[in-house]
């Protein structure tokens, strides 16, 4: 009788310890690095280069002084 009440209160702390500590820390841990996968994918997106239109080009002269 004694063993299955420590038993279930050893159960128990572990429950809560696991639910107060344990999971607030992971979640926290797996934002921050779902967030900085974010942030270095926004980082290392190319830049769409702006395609050329003919007939905007201008000829460029040196002019020496």
Known sequence: MIRILLL??????LFRFILRY???IWRITSAAKKQMRDMQGAHQEPAQPKPARKGDYIEFEEVKQ
């Open 22 to 24: 344990v999971l607030p």
């Open 8 to 13: 279930g209160l050893l159960f128990y702390f």
